[in-house]
T-cell receptor
Framework: KQEVTQIPAALSVPEGENLVLNCSFT??????LQWFRQDPGKGLTSLLL?????REQTSGRLNASLDKSSGRSTLYIAASQPGDSATYLC???????????FGKGTLLTVNP | DGGITQSPKYLFRKEGQNVTLSCEQN?????MYWYRQDPGQGLRLIYY???????QKGDIAEGYSVSREKKESFPLTVTSAQKNPTAFYLC???????????????FGSGTRLTVV
């Protein structure tokens, strides 16, 4: 059974700092990996999707990487802004089914 | 704009009452999902449907029921058998099949259910 762990559970940084959020999974047979952002009381917004054949994806100040051999993914946020404050969720699905398995998230606070 | 619409945004349920949460998508996605989110527990899968008229139980299906009569709709009923229904419920959809790898999941804005 796939399990996803996110470290740290919470992170507080000053504005402008570069930061890394970590995600690890127990089953290396992961088909694709998706990072989401969730604001309080809201749904999930997709940030980046790393497909099975890819190792990283970039969108603006965000970069996500996937290393299947080590069972790890990282989300890099450059030049953080207060508007980046949210919970970041990592999720993955195995190739044999449609179900996503989620980590519990990292609560990020960027202080002005 | 294409997307997923969940309604209502807030729902209050009395003890012993069944309530139905609505989820509608206009993305032409084949697969739809219901997740439950509790503080400190992350998202847990309740039910999912890969095609119309077919659905499977997820990890926490007890006390819930679903139907998939139309491709664009996947309503979730929280029955009186669900003893702790207070939570945030999220609906999602995906293209499905091998194409899932290319497009991932899209989520709705959620329904917050509270027992009163």
């Amino acid at each position: 059974k796939q399990e996803v762990t996110q470290i740290p559970a919470a992170l507080s940084v000053p504005e402008g700092e570069n930061l890394v959020l970590n995600c690890s999974f127990t089953d290396s047979a992961i088909y694709n990996l998706q990072w989401f952002r969730q604001d309080p009381g809201k749904g999930l917004t997709s940030l980046l999707l790393i497909q099975s054949s890819q190792r990283e994806q970039t969108s603006g100040r965000l970069n996500a990487s996937l290393d299947k051999s080590s069972g790890r993914s990282t989300l890099y946020i450059a030049a953080s802004q207060p508007g980046d404050s949210a919970t970041y969720l990592c999720s993955g699905n195995g190739g044999s089914n449609y179900k996503l398995t989620f980590g519990k998230g990292t609560l990020l606070t960027v202080n002005p | 704009d294409g997307g997923i619409t969940q309604s209502p945004k807030y729902l209050f349920r009395k003890e012993g009452q069944n309530v139905t949460l609505s989820c509608e998508q206009n993305l032409n996605h084949d697969a739809m999902y219901w997740y439950r989110q509790d503080p400190g527990q992350g998202l847990r899968l309740i039910y999912y449907s890969q095609i119309v008229n077919d659905f499977q139980k997820g990890d926490i299906a007890e006390g819930y029921s679903v139907s998939r009569e139309k491709k664009e709709s996947f309503p979730l009923t929280v029955t009186s058998a669900q003893k702790n229904p207070t939570a945030f419920y999220l609906c999602a959809s995906s293209i499905g099949g091998r194409r899932l790898a290319n497009y991932g999941y899209t989520f709705g804005s959620g329904t917050r259910l509270t027992v009163v």
